[in-house]
């Protein structure tokens, strides 16, 4: 059998990580320019539901007082493709979390606190998906 | 294919689809998705090492496809394991002609472009850049098992080397 490579870290090994990491890192400032010319006006909590947007479940921040929680029930009834109903807390302050949900190992409920509008909590398992977004868009955010 | 090469092969393949099952029973208790070993690269690794890179497709591929059979079925998590699977292959593919780095590179690449494919295919399924803002903690994380699955793989082939299979 043939030998295809070489086993011993080189100095080639850092050259190619770095520019892989520089890449993805410009990949990251340039999709975050790219967001902030829609995060303008107020701010509302969205939940997306097998790709659908369920407005029943929208919450505006605006409403909210500081530091005051609302919770978000979604129900496996009414929602055929949870795997069991959901909770999805809102606060004024600290953002959105999962915090009651079904899944594998319960990965969804793992995900900490999300304050920054556009940057998603996904449930993959409940195929739920709820994102702080700007109430001056009016369809998600075109990838084009 | 020859007997032998064909036993050889399916012998990485196994251990392939077991490392990826041995991997999901841990426990990972990190806050982000998509954050773990990546010990099923390993099999990857040594078909690289030891065959053609024809060879290293065809059992990256089945393997995805036997782990959706056995395990996770055809939903989200298999367009996951596909995507990941597929960058990172086509990457260590460009990586092994043009550049030729050594083990750690390749594992490097392999699992940086892996998080990626993953985080790109989640935009596109529910159409959020924002998913993008994932991949600082992933690319964190991929390095440091990236560089982890490449020293396991080394000293197995090191090992390996001197035994004829």
């Known amino acids: 059998m043939s030998r295809n490579y070489s086993l011993t870290f080189s100095s080639k090994d850092v050259t190619i990580s770095c520019i892989a990491i520089i890449l993805i890192v410009a990949l990251i400032i340039s999709s975050n320019i790219f967001m902030h010319n829609y995060q303008s006006g107020s701010k509302v909590v969205n939940v997306y539901i097998n790709r659908k947007l369920y407005d029943e479940y929208s919450i505006y921040l605006d409403d909210l007082k500081e530091n005051e929680e609302k919770t978000i029930i979604l129900k496996k009834e009414k929602h055929q493709v949870l795997l069991d109903d959901m909770e999805i807390k809102v606060n004024k302050n600290k953002g959105i979390k999962i915090t009651k949900e079904t899944s594998p190992r319960n990965i969804c409920s793992q995900q900490p606190w999300i304050n920054t509008p556009g940057v998603p909590l996904v449930c993959l398992p409940n195929q739920v998906y709820v994102v702080i977004e700007s109430t001056s868009i009016d369809e998600p955010i075109p990838l084009e | ?165």
Do not use: C
């Open chain 2, 1 to 165: 294919m020859k007997t032998k090469k064909m036993v050889r092969l399916s012998l990485f393949l196994a251990i392939g689809v077991l490392l990826h099952y041995l991997e999901s029973q841990i426990p990972y208790s990190f806050a982000v998705p998509g954050v773990k070993l990546g010990l099923a690269n390993i099999s990857g690794l040594l078909v690289l090492y030891f065959y053609n890179p024809k060879e290293f497709v065809f059992i990256g591929f089945l393997r995805v496809l036997i782990v959706a059979l056995l395990y996770s079925g055809f939903g989200t998590a298999f367009l996951l394991s596909l995507s990941g699977w597929g960058l990172s292959t086509l990457l260590v593919l460009i990586m092994f002609y043009s550049v030729k780095p050594s083990i750690y590179g390749l594992s490097l690449v392999s699992a940086i472009f892996h998080s990626l494919g993953q985080i790109l295919t989640v935009m596109a399924i529910y159409e959020a850049i924002g998913m993008i803002n994932y991949m600082p903690v992933l690319l964190l994380s991929s390095s440091i098992s990236g560089v982890i699955t490449a020293r396991i793989s080394a000293s197995v082939l090191k090992r390996l080397d001197k035994v004829t299979i």
